[in-house]
């Protein structure tokens, strides 16, 4: 199984502020995936990100406020931008194993907006 | 059409019973259906799945049951222990090409001594 790692692990920033989330797998993926959990909830996908094309957003979540870049097949970064307390959450970095398509979480970025 | 309806939303069980947490689906598009485990802290790992071509899968104490006519599917953990207690993600997705992963609403369970 792919393993995935994020950085930062935890953060605590102020309003307004920006804040970039890094993902990194340690082989090669085609689809890799943003999601944000909140305290005791599920998880909503927030962006699918491929290589070589831009990122597309899930209703609700536009790309001024979550800006994705995907430079390679295994390097991904999310930006929390203009942070408000709402977007104090966990976000997961996700990615589909190439053959079996299953997904695999990293262990998530707990964000904590002041 | 895309939901996964979850339930319980928590559950306790004493040590060697058996947990069940169920799952319904609506979109008859779905043909992957996995489980994921969750400790606090942790990103969701892959438990067990199953695809729809079958009506049980087991892999040691975990066993998913599924019920295609009835669009339910469910997972059992036998003999269940305190290392369990963690949340439990019921998920579906449909095939072709990459289709996204639409999650339950988790179930919290804990397992008391």
């Known amino acids: 199984s792919a393993v995935i790692s994020q950085k930062p692990s935890r953060d605590i920033c102020q309003r307004g502020t920006s804040l970039t989330i890094q993902c990194q797998v340690d082989?090669?993926?085609?689809?890799m995936f943003w999601y944000r959990q909140q305290p005791g909830q599920s998880l909503t996908l927030i962006a699918t990100?491929?290589?070589?094309?831009?990122?597309?957003?899930e209703s609700g979540f536009v790309i001024d406020k979550f800006p994705i870049s995907r430079p390679n097949l295994t390097f991904s970064t999310l930006t929390v931008s203009n942070m408000s307390p709402e977007d104090s959450s966990i976000y997961l970095c996700?990615?589909?194993?190439?053959?079996?398509?299953?997904?695999?979480f990293g262990p998530g970025t707990r964000l904590t907006v002041l | 059409q895309q939901q996964v309806k979850q339930s319980p939303q928590s559950l306790i069980v004493q040590k060697g019973g058996i947990s069940i947490i169920n799952c319904a689906y609506e979109?008859?598009?779905?043909?992957?259906f996995p489980w994921y485990q969750q400790f606090p802290g942790k990103g969701p790992a892959l438990l067990i799945a199953?695809?729809?071509?079958?009506s049980e899968k087991k892999e040691g104490r975990f066993t998913i049951s599924f019920n295609k006519s009835a669009k339910q599917f469910s997972l059992h953990i036998m003999d269940s222990q305190p290392g369990d207690s963690a949340t439990y993600f019921c998920?579906?997705?449909?095939?072709?090409?990459?289709?996204?992963?639409?999650f339950g609403t988790g179930t919290k369970l804990q397992v008391i001594p």
């Open positions: 082989s090669q993926v085609t689809m």
């Open positions: 199953i695809r729809p071509d079958v």
């Open positions: 998920a579906a997705r449909a095939s072709g090409g990459y289709q996204k992963v639409t």
């Open positions: 996700s990615v589909a194993e190439p053959i079996t398509d299953t997904q695999y």
């Open positions: 979109n008859t598009a779905f043909d992957y």
């Open positions: 990100a491929n290589q070589g094309s831009e990122a597309t957003y």
